[in-house]
Nanobody
Framework: VQLVESGGGLVQPGGSLRLSCAAS????????MSWYRQAPGKERELVATVRSGGGSTNFADSVKGRFTISRNNVNYTVSLQMNSLKPEDTAVYYCNAKPVWSTINYWGKGTLVTVSS
């Protein structure tokens, strides 16, 4: 299993970023895909999930209405569109894959998002 994130960077408050995760080495369509984040000094938290079929999503309360998650089951990618970014969104964002039949989690190395003026 390989997950490679991209798209992080520095953005001003109120701005937007789009994160992408390229997946390989597994049957992508059989995995739920998620984005997590970890801010300095804090625990890793779930941001958003898109189920294996792509029709069901859920979001942390803190990002509802601002972030959207999507997956492409042809190109094996999952994206996180982040709008109206706030300084508290600053964190390392990790791509996560979990097979629908198991509790095993696979992780990417993360991409840093910094929201600052």
């Amino acid at each position: 299993v390989q997950l490679v994130e991209s798209g992080g960077g520095l953005v001003q408050p109120g701005g937007s970023l789009r994160l992408s995760c390229a997946a390989s080495g597994f049957r992508f369509t059989m995995y739920d895909m998620s984005w997590y984040r970890q801010a300095p000094g804090k625990e890793r938290e779930l941001v958003a999930t898109v189920r294996s079929g792509g029709g069901s999503t859920n979001f942390a309360d803190s990002v509802k209405g601002r972030f959207t998650i999507s997956r492409n089951n042809v190109n094996y990618t999952v994206s996180l569109q982040m709008n109206s970014l706030k300084p508290e969104d600053t964190a390392v964002y990790y791509c996560n894959a979990k097979p629908v039949w198991s509790t095993i989690n696979y992780w990417g190395k993360g991409t840093l998002v910094t929201v600052s003026s």
